[in-house]
C-alpha cells in the first residue's frame, strides 16, 4: 500500500527526465548487453519474428535489499549466472546510520547458524569476514517452567570421549550484515551488470520485461523476490500468504553471566512464550531472546535495569542456578513475532527466497538457515536447468524447487511453532508435554540415530544436500 | 535419384497447428512434455558426449555439431540444445509451429534456424547432421519406414539419432491414451493414435533397414512419487533408442 501511494508520487516529476533518461540509455544499450551474450546474437533475419528493441538481458534479477537479496546475488554470481541485483545496481537508497555505540548493540541480536550454514557463507566468502567472532554450540538444554522440566540435552550424553559436535555457531547480526555487505562490495562477478538509477517498477512475466520508474527496461529469464516478508513482487504476482500473529514480543539483549556458560544454549519454555540464552564469544556472555506479551515486553525494555535484572532472574529461575545471577550488559530491543509462509514459492519467471517465502518464530534462530537453504536449493535448481540447456525460468525446474523448499519450511516453522504454542498453553498441556519431551530426551539419550537425524534436519533441512551447504567450490560445477 | 516419399501426415500437422500458441505455456496443453523435458534432455546431454567424446563438464560441449531437430513443434528441444552450443535446424511441417518456435527463439535470443519443411525436402538439400533429434515423432508419421530412411539419409556418417516414442502395447494403452487422454486430461483426446505407436522390435528393424545400428534403448516413467519423468528399463509404455549410422566405409 505504501509502496503504491509512493510510486503514485513520483509519477509526475518522472515523467519529464524519464523521457531523457529513457533516450540516453537507450543510446548505451551496446555496451550494456556484453554480459548478456552468452547466447549467440541473432544476426540472420528469423521468418515470422517481429524487429524489437535490443535491451539489456540478464540471466536473474534479485529483487530485495536485505541479507537474503544480498547473499543470493552472490551465490548465483558466483556459480556463473550473469544477475541483475537491486541493491548493488539499483537505486540505492543511503543505508541506515550505524547507531554511534556500535559496540554495545553489536550482540543485541544474533542468529544461530547451523554447520551447514556455515559451509554455505564460507562457500561464499562470507563468514571469513566476520570481525566479531562466533561462539560455537556444543549443546543445547532444554526445558519447562519448573525445575523438573529440565533439561533435554541435544549433545550425545552416552558418549562424552567423542569430539564435541558443533550444532550451530551464534554470531551477530550486525556483524554478519557488514561481513555480507564487505563481500558483495569485492565480488566482481556483479560488476558487470547495467547500472540502472531508478527504481524497479512492473514486472512483465509473459515476456520477462522488468521495466524501472524512467521506463528503462531490463530483460531478465527469472526474477528472484528476496525483499522480504512485506514483498510487493509476491502481492503482485498473486500469491498470498498464511499468517499468524503470535501476539507477543521477542525482547533481546546482551546478558552477563555469574559463571561460563560452557558453550551450551539453554531454552525454557515459560507460560508467557520461550526464553533462549545463547552463548557469545565471551565465556560469561549470553544473548539473551526473550518472548513475552507485547505489553510486558514494551515495559520491560524501559524499565530500570534492576528491575529488569529481578525480573528477567525470576523468570529464568530453572537456569539461573549455573549461573548465580543474570545482568543485563548491553542495550535492549524488541520486535513483534510473526510467522508467515507463501502460499506458493514460485510463479512464472519468479522465485521467492528468504522471507519473502517463509517468516518464522525466531524461538530457534532457523530463518537464516531456511533462506541460506533456499539460496543453496535455487542455485542448484538453476545450475541443472543451465546443465540440461533449460531457460533459468523453466516452469518444471521451478516446480522442483518449490516442492524442496516448501516442505522444509513447513517443517521448520511448524517444528518451533509446535513447541512455542504448547508451553504457553494450559497447565496440562504443559505438563504432558514436558513429560513428552523427557521422553524424547529418554529415547534420544539411549538411540543416537535420532538424535543424529534431529541434528541433520536442523542442520541440513528436509531434502537433498545442496551443493552451497556440501561446500563444493562453485568452480567445480559444470557450467 | 528418386523423388523421395513425402511422409507427412496432413491430417496430424492440422491437429497441431491448432495447438501452436500454447506451446509454452508451461500450464498449457503441452505441461507433460514440459515435466518430460528434463529427463530427455539429460539423456541427449549424456549421450551425445559419450559418442562424439565431448567434453562433459563444458557449458556448451555441443559447440561445432550440426544438428537437426525434426518435428521441432514449437522448439521445446531446439532451444537447449542451441544454449547447449549446437548449430540447430528445427524443422516442422507446420507453419504456425515455425512461427511460434522462431517467435520464442528470437525472445530468448537464441539463433535457431527454423524451417517449416520436412525430412522429405531436406533430403533434397545438401545439409547433413552430426545429431538428430526424432523426438515423440515417429508416431505421427504416414509412413514409419520411409520416415527413417530419409533420416538416415540425413545423418552424416558417423551421426547418431535419438528415436522416442510410445510402444504398442496393451499397457501404453492404458497409460499413454485412457490415462493421460481420458483420465488425467494431460493430453488433448485424440494426441495419440495407438495403431501408430510403434514396439522397439519393428524400430530396430526399421533402422537396420536404413542402415543404422540401433546402439540403446531405454524405457522412460513416470514416478507418481516424484511428480517427475526418470528413466527405467521398462519398455513397456514411453522409450527412447539410439540409432547410429556406420563410419564411412
Redesign the interface.
Given at each position: 500500500m505504501q509502496g503504491r501511494r509512493k510510486r503514485h508520487e513520483q509519477t509526475p516529476s518522472c515523467d519529464a527526465a524519464a523521457h531523457v533518461a529513457g533516450w540516453t540509455l537507450r543510446a548505451e544499450w551496446g555496451s550494456l548487453t556484453r554480459m548478456?551474450t552468452k547466447?549467440?546474437?541473432?544476426?540472420?533475419a528469423?521468418?515470422?519474428?517481429?524487429a524489437?528493441a535490443e535491451s539489456a538481458?540478464c540471466d536473474v534479477a534479485v529483487l530485495g535489499r536485505g541479507n537474503s537479496a544480498a547473499l543470493t546475488a552472490l551465490a548465483l554470481a558466483q556459480s556463473?549466472f550473469s544477475v541483475w541485483a537491486e541493491l548493488v545496481h539499483g537505486d540505492v537508497q543511503p543505508a541506515a546510520q550505524p547507531p554511534s555505540d556500535a559496540r554495545d548493540t553489536r550482540w543485541q541480536r544474533v542468529l544461530a547458524l547451523s554447520p551447514g550454514a556455515r559451509r554455505a557463507l564460507e562457500t561464499l566468502g562470507v563468514w571469513q569476514r566476520l570481525k566479531a567472532g562466533h561462539a560455537p554450540v556444543a549443546d543445547i538444554a532444554v526445558g519447562g517452567p519448573n525445575h523438573g522440566d529440565l533439561p533435554l540435552r541435544f549433545a550425545d550424553a552416552k558418549t562424552p570421549d567423542r569430539p564435541v559436535d558443533v550444532l550451530s555457531h551464534i554470531v551477530s547480526l550486525a556483524d554478519l550484515t557488514e561481513a555480507i555487505g564487505d563481500t558483495l562490495r569485492a565480488c566482481t562477478a556483479l560488476g558487470g551488470a547495467a547500472q540502472i538509477s531508478a527504481a524497479a517498477h512492473d514486472f512483465n512475466p509473459q515476456?520477462?520485461t522488468l521495466t524501472f520508474a524512467d521506463t528503462t527496461q531490463l530483460r531478465v529469464n527469472l526474477l528472484v523476490d528476496a525483499s522480504g516478508a512485506q514483498s510487493q513482487w509476491r502481492t503482485r504476482a498473486g500469491i498470498a500468504c498464511l499468517h499468524y500473529d503470535y501476539r507477543s514480543h521477542a525482547l533481546s539483549a546482551e546478558v552477563a553471566l555469574g559463571a561460563p556458560h560452557g558453550q551450551v544454549a539453554r531454552q525454557v519454555f515459560l507460560a508467557d512464550g520461550p526464553l533462549a540464552i545463547l552463548p557469545l564469544p565471551a565465556p560469561t556472555r549470553a544473548a539473551l531472546v526473550w518472548s513475552l506479551p507485547a505489553r510486558k515486553a514494551a515495559a520491560l525494555a524501559q524499565c530500570d535495569e534492576d528491575v529488569f535484572n529481578h525480573e528477567l532472574n525470576v523468570a529464568a529461575r530453572t537456569l539461573v542456578g549455573p549461573f548465580e545471577h543474570l545482568a543485563l550488559a548491553g542495550p535492549r530491543a524488541y520486535q513483534p513475532l510473526k510467522a508467515q509462509i507463501a502460499e506458493a514459492f514460485t510463479g512464472?519467471r519468479l522465485a521467492l527466497v528468504g522471507e519473502a517465502a517463509h517468516v518464522i518464530h525466531p524461538l530457534a534462530g532457523q530463518g537464516m538457515n531456511l533462506t541460506l537453504r533456499d539460496i543453496g536449493a535455487l542455485v542448484d535448481t538453476l545450475c541443472?536447468a543451465?546443465?540440461?540447456?533449460?531457460?533459468c525460468s523453466?516452469?518444471?525446474?521451478l516446480?522442483?524447487y518449490a516442492?524442496l523448499r516448501r516442505a522444509d519450511a513447513l517443517a521448520g516453522a511448524f517444528g518451533t511453532h509446535g513447541l512455542a504454542e504448547i508451553f504457553s498453553g494450559p497447565r496440562p498441556m504443559r505438563a504432558v508435554a514436558a513429560t513428552g519431551l523427557r521422553g524424547v530426551g529418554f529415547i534420544a539419550d539411549n538411540w543416537p540415530e535420532l538424535k543424529n537425524a534431529f541434528r541433520r534436519q536442523a542442520d541440513q533441512g528436509l531434502g537433498p544436500l545442496s551443493d552451497l551447504f556440501a561446500g563444493a567450490p562453485s568452480s567445480e560445477k559444470?557450467? | 535419384m528418386q523423388k523421395p516419399v513425402e511422409t507427412v501426415d496432413p491430417d496430424e500437422i492440422a491437429k497441431f497447428s491448432a495447438m501452436a500458441a500454447e506451446w509454452w505455456d508451461?500450464?498449457g496443453k503441452f505441461r507433460p512434455l514440459?515435466?518430460f523435458?528434463?529427463v530427455r534432455?539429460?539423456y541427449i546431454?549424456r549421450e551425445v558426449c559419450h559418442f562424439k567424446g565431448l567434453e562433459?563438464?563444458?557449458?556448451t560441449p555441443f559447440a561445432g555439431l550440426d544438428l537437426l531437430d525434426i518435428g521441432c513443434g514449437g522448439g521445446l528441444l531446439s532451444?537447449?540444445?542451441?544454449?547447449?552450443g549446437a548449430n540447430v535446424t528445427g524443422a516442422d511441417a507446420s507453419p504456425e509451429n515455425?512461427?511460434t518456435a522462431?517467435?520464442h527463439?528470437?525472445?530468448?535470443?537464441?539463433?535457431?534456424?527454423?524451417q517449416?519443411t520436412t525430412a522429405a525436402a531436406l533430403v533434397e538439400t545438401d545439409r547433413r547432421f552430426d545429431v538428430i533429434l526424432n523426438m515423440e515423432v515417429i508416431e505421427h508419421v504416414a509412413d514409419p519406414p520411409a520416415f527413417i530412411d530419409q533420416c538416415s539419409t540425413l545423418l552424416k556418417p558417423g551421426g547418431i539419432m535419438f528415436l522416442a516414442t510410445l510402444n504398442r502395447t496393451l499397457k501404453a494403452y492404458a497409460l499413454a491414451i485412457v490415462g493421460a487422454e481420458y483420465v488425467l486430461g494431460w493430453l488433448p483426446k485424440g494426441t495419440h493414435d495407438w495403431e501408430k505407436f510403434i514396439t522397439p522390435r519393428e524400430l530396430e528393424d526399421m533402422t537396420r533397414a536404413s542402415g543404422l545400428d540401433m546402439v540403446r534403448l531405454s524405457g522412460v516413467s513416470f514416478n507418481p512419487l516424484l511428480?517427475?519423468w526418470q528413466r527405467s528399463g521398462d519398455l513397456g509404455v514411453n522409450y527412447m533408442g539410439i540409432a547410429r549410422k556406420p563410419e564411412a566405409a
Amino acid at each position: 500500500m505504501q509502496g503504491r501511494r509512493k510510486r503514485h508520487e513520483q509519477t509526475p516529476s518522472c515523467d519529464a527526465a524519464a523521457h531523457v533518461a529513457g533516450w540516453t540509455l537507450r543510446a548505451e544499450w551496446g555496451s550494456l548487453t556484453r554480459m548478456t551474450t552468452k547466447a549467440k546474437p541473432t544476426d540472420q533475419a528469423i521468418a515470422g519474428a517481429p524487429a524489437r528493441a535490443e535491451s539489456a538481458r540478464c540471466d536473474v534479477a534479485v529483487l530485495g535489499r536485505g541479507n537474503s537479496a544480498a547473499l543470493t546475488a552472490l551465490a548465483l554470481a558466483q556459480s556463473g549466472f550473469s544477475v541483475w541485483a537491486e541493491l548493488v545496481h539499483g537505486d540505492v537508497q543511503p543505508a541506515a546510520q550505524p547507531p554511534s555505540d556500535a559496540r554495545d548493540t553489536r550482540w543485541q541480536r544474533v542468529l544461530a547458524l547451523s554447520p551447514g550454514a556455515r559451509r554455505a557463507l564460507e562457500t561464499l566468502g562470507v563468514w571469513q569476514r566476520l570481525k566479531a567472532g562466533h561462539a560455537p554450540v556444543a549443546d543445547i538444554a532444554v526445558g519447562g517452567p519448573n525445575h523438573g522440566d529440565l533439561p533435554l540435552r541435544f549433545a550425545d550424553a552416552k558418549t562424552p570421549d567423542r569430539p564435541v559436535d558443533v550444532l550451530s555457531h551464534i554470531v551477530s547480526l550486525a556483524d554478519l550484515t557488514e561481513a555480507i555487505g564487505d563481500t558483495l562490495r569485492a565480488c566482481t562477478a556483479l560488476g558487470g551488470a547495467a547500472q540502472i538509477s531508478a527504481a524497479a517498477h512492473d514486472f512483465n512475466p509473459q515476456t520477462g520485461t522488468l521495466t524501472f520508474a524512467d521506463t528503462t527496461q531490463l530483460r531478465v529469464n527469472l526474477l528472484v523476490d528476496a525483499s522480504g516478508a512485506q514483498s510487493q513482487w509476491r502481492t503482485r504476482a498473486g500469491i498470498a500468504c498464511l499468517h499468524y500473529d503470535y501476539r507477543s514480543h521477542a525482547l533481546s539483549a546482551e546478558v552477563a553471566l555469574g559463571a561460563p556458560h560452557g558453550q551450551v544454549a539453554r531454552q525454557v519454555f515459560l507460560a508467557d512464550g520461550p526464553l533462549a540464552i545463547l552463548p557469545l564469544p565471551a565465556p560469561t556472555r549470553a544473548a539473551l531472546v526473550w518472548s513475552l506479551p507485547a505489553r510486558k515486553a514494551a515495559a520491560l525494555a524501559q524499565c530500570d535495569e534492576d528491575v529488569f535484572n529481578h525480573e528477567l532472574n525470576v523468570a529464568a529461575r530453572t537456569l539461573v542456578g549455573p549461573f548465580e545471577h543474570l545482568a543485563l550488559a548491553g542495550p535492549r530491543a524488541y520486535q513483534p513475532l510473526k510467522a508467515q509462509i507463501a502460499e506458493a514459492f514460485t510463479g512464472t519467471r519468479l522465485a521467492l527466497v528468504g522471507e519473502a517465502a517463509h517468516v518464522i518464530h525466531p524461538l530457534a534462530g532457523q530463518g537464516m538457515n531456511l533462506t541460506l537453504r533456499d539460496i543453496g536449493a535455487l542455485v542448484d535448481t538453476l545450475c541443472e536447468a543451465r546443465r540440461l540447456g533449460l531457460a533459468c525460468s523453466d516452469a518444471t525446474m521451478l516446480e522442483n524447487y518449490a516442492r524442496l523448499r516448501r516442505a522444509d519450511a513447513l517443517a521448520g516453522a511448524f517444528g518451533t511453532h509446535g513447541l512455542a504454542e504448547i508451553f504457553s498453553g494450559p497447565r496440562p498441556m504443559r505438563a504432558v508435554a514436558a513429560t513428552g519431551l523427557r521422553g524424547v530426551g529418554f529415547i534420544a539419550d539411549n538411540w543416537p540415530e535420532l538424535k543424529n537425524a534431529f541434528r541433520r534436519q536442523a542442520d541440513q533441512g528436509l531434502g537433498p544436500l545442496s551443493d552451497l551447504f556440501a561446500g563444493a567450490p562453485s568452480s567445480e560445477k559444470t557450467r | 535419384m528418386q523423388k523421395p516419399v513425402e511422409t507427412v501426415d496432413p491430417d496430424e500437422i492440422a491437429k497441431f497447428s491448432a495447438m501452436a500458441a500454447e506451446w509454452w505455456d508451461p500450464r498449457g496443453k503441452f505441461r507433460p512434455l514440459h515435466k518430460f523435458n528434463p529427463v530427455r534432455l539429460d539423456y541427449i546431454r549424456r549421450e551425445v558426449c559419450h559418442f562424439k567424446g565431448l567434453e562433459a563438464q563444458s557449458a556448451t560441449p555441443f559447440a561445432g555439431l550440426d544438428l537437426l531437430d525434426i518435428g521441432c513443434g514449437g522448439g521445446l528441444l531446439s532451444e537447449p540444445m542451441c544454449r547447449l552450443g549446437a548449430n540447430v535446424t528445427g524443422a516442422d511441417a507446420s507453419p504456425e509451429n515455425i512461427k511460434t518456435a522462431a517467435i520464442h527463439a528470437a525472445e530468448q535470443n537464441l539463433d535457431i534456424d527454423y524451417q517449416a519443411t520436412t525430412a522429405a525436402a531436406l533430403v533434397e538439400t545438401d545439409r547433413r547432421f552430426d545429431v538428430i533429434l526424432n523426438m515423440e515423432v515417429i508416431e505421427h508419421v504416414a509412413d514409419p519406414p520411409a520416415f527413417i530412411d530419409q533420416c538416415s539419409t540425413l545423418l552424416k556418417p558417423g551421426g547418431i539419432m535419438f528415436l522416442a516414442t510410445l510402444n504398442r502395447t496393451l499397457k501404453a494403452y492404458a497409460l499413454a491414451i485412457v490415462g493421460a487422454e481420458y483420465v488425467l486430461g494431460w493430453l488433448p483426446k485424440g494426441t495419440h493414435d495407438w495403431e501408430k505407436f510403434i514396439t522397439p522390435r519393428e524400430l530396430e528393424d526399421m533402422t537396420r533397414a536404413s542402415g543404422l545400428d540401433m546402439v540403446r534403448l531405454s524405457g522412460v516413467s513416470f514416478n507418481p512419487l516424484l511428480n517427475k519423468w526418470q528413466r527405467s528399463g521398462d519398455l513397456g509404455v514411453n522409450y527412447m533408442g539410439i540409432a547410429r549410422k556406420p563410419e564411412a566405409a
